[in-house]
């Protein structure tokens, strides 16, 4: 039997008004890079936090490499990066690591070590300036991501957890965080990450999972999901202006177009053949670039399954 | 274990490190001894000043009378400045006279001027009017003197020798006052209802200050979302216990600074009185033994946990420092009106207001100390404040810890009571 990094039987979590999660059923395969993904409000955050045992499911059992969610010992080995991030402003970066480490049972030394390790990395600590003397409130917004990294990853976890990391990252700390994901794959160690960016995790996760109004949709691999869904998309691109829209808007042929002005991905209509498609957009004269029968991206997949009722009326972003 | 350690370090070491833990730790003992030092100065300076000595007494009685109230006046001093001027007049000239005293006083050349005649023989009424007229220490004086003055003339009237007269009259009685407990003696009394007052408002003041403290450092977790990385790492009961601890330790150390300093510089308290140039009063710092100063403590550590736990739950509920204000304002009420009876205390220790306020965990923390400091309180009566208090702590915790662990999570509008009422009642 394969020993997963996170086994969600059956959970449900119910707040007074709404029933965040439904029945989920999950199973994460240890050192693989898992994407969580959904809309805002879906029940990612909550569903993160019962994993994190910050809150306890009403039904339904949790386990992390083989143990119960609330055992003490497994808190340790796991690292959180949560949605929205911030530190003790007024505290040294060095003392804030230090104490998020001790939080996670590693010893005052090897934290250390660890620490400025990590700050040179990182490019935090050079041979002008060591911004692990200063407070957290002196460094840029940039610098303050890099040091929740940090803090994320300073006792070397198992399982690391990152809610929505690229949101509000600039380029340099994205690829930073992307490089990060790709090492710890690397060294075997499990990524799992909440995201509603689907090219990220397309690129990013060995498996899915698309959750909505608080229930699993779908999940598997990426190829799975991908194979299941079929090769009924094309890739269409045009050069130059072109008059294809009505033939977009046939029903008979396609089912749902995602226009991006010179590219759309087509799904085409069940029973519909794709050679008449291409047929009709020549005869229009439309100046063809690329014309390819492809899997269906996330992107479309999430649309597809999700659509826009996958929403919830009024709710925050911390579903 | 390590971990709740981890936490009450962070709390105490990066508070005690703050400029502002330095400054108000420099100051406070400045302040407190300011606060005991300038009421027995100006309690000092109510003795009469040399104000009344530069009286006129307008003699009206054609008896002398004006002379030998100046003697009593200037007192046991025989210097000719201390003496006041004695105008005799006719009684129809006296309006006129009084005109120009008003004058001499307008133009500050003499401070007052007193008025004597029949009337103030036959004891009824005398007259002053002055610039020092609400003085109540040099209006004292001089009515005593006036009443000494009458006395004498009495006795003379009955055939008293001068002499006798004066040993008669002449009372320097000096009234010391001094505090007996079941102890013993306890130093001055004067000296006990300071103590007892600096007591009650050091305690209201870390509460009122360190439940702030505590209230601002959950709101700062809350907001910057670190309440959630150590929320994934530590049950929410052992961050609160930490962040309590933590706080009521530096409170602690401040106050251990704030008392010892204090108790030094008012040894040091007749130097500087000296240089005041206050007369130094008859004045011993009251008898504290070990075991009332652990009580004392014991007081604040359990006062301390009381309001801070509940402060905590306030900052965890809300999302600003101004919405956490608002929020915390029955918390203040609760200190402020126990604030309020901390002088009617102080006057009647024993009494029912007293003994009632020293049950209820609200305001016991504060006014129980108080009645230690200036009167004995029963072993029972001490065992049953300790008691509630710490019933009401559970109570506090409990409360705290349920609303803590689901507030640090809800963000948005501020939950009404309902809705933290159902927080309560959460697993988890």
Redesign the interface.
């Known amino acids: 039997m394969t020993e997963y990094a996170i086994d969600i039987v059956n959970v449900t979590k119910r707040y007074?008004e709404h029933t965040a999660v439904r029945d989920l059923t999950l199973r994460v395969p240890t050192g693989s890079v898992y994407g969580l993904l959904g809309p805002n409000g879906a029940g990612k955050t909550t569903t993160i936090?019962m994993i994190?045992?910050?809150?306890?499911p009403?039904s339904g059992s949790i386990h992390i490499f083989g143990r119960r969610s609330d055992d003490p010992k497994i808190?340790?080995r796991?690292g959180?990066l949560?949605?929205?991030?911030?530190?003790?402003?007024?505290?040294q970066v060095r003392?804030v690591l230090k104490?998020?480490a001790?939080?996670?049972?590693v010893n005052g030394r090897t934290a250390e070590s660890r620490i400025d390790e990590w700050l040179e990395r990182l490019s935090l600590k050079t041979a002008e300036k060591d911004w692990g003397l200063a407070k957290i409130d002196e460094l840029s917004r940039g610098m303050q991501q890099k040091v929740q990294f940090i803090?994320?990853l300073l006792h070397d976890p198992d399982l690391v957890i990152l809610d929505e990391p690229f949101s509000g990252l600039d380029p340099i700390n994205a690829q930073a965080l992307k490089d990060t994901v790709v090492d710890l794959k690397r060294r075997g160690k499990t990524v799992i990450f909440s995201t509603h960016l689907m090219d990220n995790a397309e690129r990013l996760c060995d498996s899915v999972c698309i959750i909505a109004r608080g229930e699993k949709v779908l999940d598997g691999t990426v190829t799975d999901v991908k194979e299941e869904h079929g090769q009924r998309n094309i890739a269409l691109a045009l050069d130059g202006e072109s008059m294809v829209g009505e033939i977009l808007r046939d029903h008979s042929l396609v089912k749902r177009v995602d226009d991006s002005n010179r590219f759309f991905e087509i799904e085409m209509a069940p029973g519909a053949d794709p050679q008449a498609l291409l047929k009709r957009i020549v005869d229009s004269g439309a100046s063809i670039q690329r014309f390819e029968m492809i899997q269906p991206s996330l992107h479309q997949i999430f649309l597809q399954k999700v659509g826009a009722s996958g929403v919830e009326e009024g709710m925050?972003g911390?579903g | 274990m390590a971990k709740l350690w981890a936490i009450i370090k962070r709390e105490y070491l990066e508070r005690v490190r703050s400029k502002w833990f330095l400054i108000a730790t420099f100051f406070g003992p400045i302040f407190f001894s300011a606060i005991i030092i300038v009421p027995a100065w100006l309690a000092s300076r109510s003795k009469a000043t040399s104000d009344v000595y530069n009286t006129t007494i307008l003699d009206a009685t054609g008896t002398g009378f004006g002379h030998r109230l100046a003697v009593n006046i200037a007192g046991d001093s025989t210097s000719s400045t201390k003496m006041p001027v004695v105008k005799v007049v006719a009684p129809n000239e006296l309006s006129q006279a009084e005109s120009v005293a008003v004058h001499e006083v307008m133009r500050k050349e003499r401070s007052g001027y007193v008025v004597v005649n029949q009337q103030t023989i036959a004891g009824e009424s005398a007259r002053y009017a002055g610039a020092n007229a609400t003085s109540i220490a040099d209006m004292a004086q001089i009515k005593e003197a006036i009443r000494r003055t009458i006395l004498a003339s009495r006795l003379e009237q009955v055939g008293l020798s001068d002499q006798k007269m004066k040993e008669i009259t002449f009372i320097p009685l000096d009234f010391s006052t001094e505090r007996v407990t079941e102890r013993g003696r306890a130093g001055s009394g004067m000296a006990s209802v300071l103590f007892g007052f600096a007591i009650g408002f050091l305690l209201y003041l870390s509460i009122v200050i360190y439940g702030q403290t505590i209230m601002s450092g959950v709101l700062e977790e809350k907001t910057t979302r670190v309440a959630e990385v150590v929320m994934s790492s530590v049950p929410t009961d052992t961050l609160l216990a930490g962040k309590v601890l933590g706080v009521g330790a530096v409170g602690l150390t401040q106050q251990i600074i704030w008392i010892a300093t204090t108790y030094i510089l008012l040894k040091l308290r007749a130097p500087i009185m000296a240089k005041l140039g206050a007369p130094t009063m008859n004045f011993s710092l009251p008898d504290i033994s070990l075991a009332a100063g652990i009580l004392f403590l014991l007081f604040f550590l359990l006062g301390f946990i009381f309001y801070s736990s509940l402060y905590a739950a306030v900052g965890s509920s809300v999302n600003s420092e101004s919405e956490a204000r608002q929020a915390a304002s029955p918390l203040m009420i609760m200190i402020v009106s126990t604030g309020v009876f901390i002088q009617p205390v102080l006057l009647n220790p024993t009494g029912t207001t007293a003994k009632v306020l020293s049950l209820i965990p609200i305001s016991s923390p504060i006014i129980m100390p108080i009645r230690m400091a200036v009167t004995g309180v029963p072993p029972l009566e001490l065992a049953g404040s300790l008691f509630f208090l710490a019933i009401g702590c559970l109570a506090a915790l409990w409360l705290a810890s349920r609303i803590y662990r689901v507030g640090l999570l809800m963000y948005g509008k501020r939950p009404t009571m309902k809705e933290m009422a159902r927080w309560v009642s959460y697993a988890k």
């Open positions: 007074a936090r994190l045992n910050i809150i306890a009403d808190t340790e796991l959180y949560p949605e929205e991030r911030g530190l003790y402003r007024k505290m003392r104490f998020l001790e939080l996670k049972g803090g994320t925050t911390h």
